[in-house]
């Protein structure tokens, strides 16, 4: 079964359209429709997209006056039941969409056409492993009346029964209409789609002046809707449009269609018009002809079939959405490591060779009876590593090797060199086993982490204080914050437990355990945003761990019962899947580490009932 549940999240000028889905065969399809009436009606004026090309291929977002279901999700090919247009298209990792000022799509309205509207999502591949993927568009609005109105012309082909000839390295579709309409146009942006033969989709206007070219792009490109040059579309003018394939590496005809073995020959034209004018377009927007074949084969522009230059950083952008997506159950350390016996794991890291470093306190637990009324834990030596470490908490490996440890029974963080010989103190932050709120003291650290670029030090100085603080590289203090940003009654940190930082070193990310959200700000403090629930929805009750990697965030709950990992795209901070284990079940999760090379999750446990254990999963 493809849906678990959907998600439609009303905020002040923001619908956030999502649903919770597992794609479990080739090409499936999901939609999810929202009811218009009963909100203020609005104009949509934007459109941010919560998804990847690795896990989907395309989106769509329709208008309808009467869609296929009026409620929840379904499969399948079918959208409006009356009256659809296209409001928004994704593909290909492409950046959001916000429409010039002055212009949006009118929906919601007494007179309008569009009162629910439908996210139709693709596909492309099942997932491996129990993925919960939470792709969605975010729809910003405005109450404010505009002074145009915005639509979506799609040219599209319908060469189902000729198709795409194997061998040929230009094969053209051609696409043309006249426009009847006596409403003038006014493009301003334009998205092209194909699948992995196309090579140039581009689309131009023929008037009494000659040709226009309205736009052209590789559909290998991630595919967002690109600014066009101001003209305008008078009555009688000849639309037209082209898709160039190579078709070289195919031995049989290719048709179009609708499936990821056939191809698509789409442009996207958007525009707007005046408020006061009427719709030329009252059922659909939409070229799917070729009015004027001969012309467009003899006088189209050159320029606008032209191939343009190799662009390898957009490509690597678009990613290869024709590779299964998918996390599997990996390996299980429990009990002892190397003949050590394994205790509660509160930290993991990575050193240098990319080796894996498990911090955890053996024999010894956190319990209530380790913790007095001063909130200083009683000086118990745990011998079993040395006589170095009290309660172990958290660890960091720097870029240099430098290995940083807290503990929240000393009550220290502490900077080491490792060597055949053991752990040397290169020296500490804080003083042992006496707690405080001042710069000279800590109570209870919970994490560490040191920037990539200048060594700075960030401490999560978490279970009293509530607070992040920034030495330098040398552990001069430098400032501090309590995270007092937010909405409502968590505007405040309540428990920082870990701390991660990005490659640069401009992002720092706090696990605020009580709050159940991620808090990201910049190097010195200044709120950034967060990474938390849906409005309507709760997925997680904590978080214990995040980590940042590669551009994304995972993070994990921690509670008995929510043994989900999270993944969440770090520039919209937004959750993007989740991933359930399904040979193991977590419990109490503490700390969570991606591998430098991002192939492989671990999980480290605090549970009193299996003891330590470390959990492996694997990115595929």
Request: aromatic share 12%.
């Amino acid at each position: 079964m493809q849906v678990y549940y959907c998600l439609f999240i009303w905020l002040v000028h923001v619908w956030n359209v999502r649903c919770t889905s597992v794609p479990r065969r080739l090409e499936e399809i999901g939609h999810v429709t929202i009811r218009l009436p009963g909100y203020t009606p609005q104009m949509a004026i934007g459109f941010e997209p919560i998804a990847e090309s690795s896990r989907v291929h395309h989106i769509l977002i329709y208008g309808c006056r009467k869609p296929f279901k009026e409620n929840g999700m379904w499969k399948g090919g079918e959208t409006c039941m009356l009256s659809g247009q296209i409001l928004y298209a994704w593909g290909r990792n492409a950046l959001p969409l916000f429409l010039p000022s002055g212009v949006g799509f009118s929906v919601g309205h007494e007179t309008d056409s569009v009162k629910y509207i439908v996210m139709q999502v693709h596909y492309a591949m099942p997932f491996k492993g129990k993925i919960l993927d939470y792709t969605g568009v975010k729809l910003h609005f405005t109450e404010e009346q505009p002074s145009f109105l915005a639509s979506v012309y799609l040219f599209v082909s319908e060469r189902s029964k000729i198709g795409i000839k194997p061998g040929v390295k230009n094969f053209a579709v051609n696409i043309s209409c006249i426009y009847n309409g006596a409403v003038p146009l006014y493009p301003f942006a334009f998205r092209v789609h194909t699948h992995g033969m196309g090579r140039v989709v581009s689309a131009a206007l023929k008037n009494e002046s000659g040709w226009t070219v309205i736009g052209k792009s590789n559909p290998q490109w991630p595919q967002l809707f690109n600014p066009v040059k101001s003209f305008v579309i008078k009555n009688q003018d000849l639309l037209a449009a082209k898709c160039i394939f190579d078709s070289r590496r195919q031995n049989k005809t290719v048709y179009i269609g609708s499936t990821g073995s056939d191809e698509m020959c789409n442009f996207y034209m958007m525009y707007y018009r005046e408020v006061a004018a009427e719709d030329p377009f009252p059922n659909g927007a939409v070229c799917n002809g070729n009015d004027e074949e001969a012309i467009v084969e003899q006088e189209y522009p050159i320029s606008a079939l032209q191939k343009l230059p190799s662009r390898p950083e957009l490509e690597e952008k678009a990613g290869n959405f024709l590779q299964p997506f998918g996390i599997t159950d990996g390996i299980v350390l429990e009990k002892s490591i190397a003949g050590e016996t394994l205790g509660q794991v509160s930290g993991l890291a990575f050193d240098s060779s990319g080796r894996l470093v498990v911090f955890h306190r053996a024999e010894r637990k956190w319990t209530a009876e380790l913790v007095l009324s001063s909130n200083i834990l009683i000086p118990t030596v745990c011998y079993f590593v040395t006589l170095r470490f009290y309660l172990p908490h958290g660890i960091h490996i720097s870029s240099q090797n430098e290995y940083f440890t807290t503990d929240v029974g000393s009550q220290l963080i502490t900077k080491w060199k490792i060597s055949k010989d053991g752990l040397r103190e290169i020296f500490h932050l804080g003083e042992k086993f006496v707690s405080g709120n001042d710069r000279e003291h800590f109570c209870l650290p919970t994490s560490v982490v040191t920037s990539p670029v200048d060594g700075s030090i960030y401490v999560s100085d978490g279970y009293c204080n509530s607070r992040v603080i920034k030495f330098t590289k040398d552990g001069k203090y430098v400032t501090e914050w309590t995270g007092t940003f937010g909405r409502g009654t968590m505007s405040y940190s309540v428990l920082p437990h870990d701390i991660s930082i990005n490659d640069d070193g401009t992002r720092i990310y706090v696990s605020d355990r009580q709050n159940a959200r991620v808090q990201v700000f910049d190097s010195n403090g200044r709120g950034i945003g967060e990474i938390s629930n849906f409005r309507n929805k709760t997925l997680f009750h904590s978080v214990y761990s995040a980590h940042y990697k590669g551009g994304h965030v995972y993070f994990i709950s921690g509670v008995n019962g929510e043994g989900q990992i999270f993944c969440a795209k770090s520039d919209i901070l937004s959750v993007m899947y989740s991933y359930v284990p399904s040979k193991f079940y977590t419990q109490m999760a503490h700390i969570i580490r991606v591998s430098p090379d991002g192939q492989y999750i671990y999980v480290g446990e605090i549970s009193d009932s299996t003891g330590g254990r470390v959990l492996q999963v694997c990115n595929m």
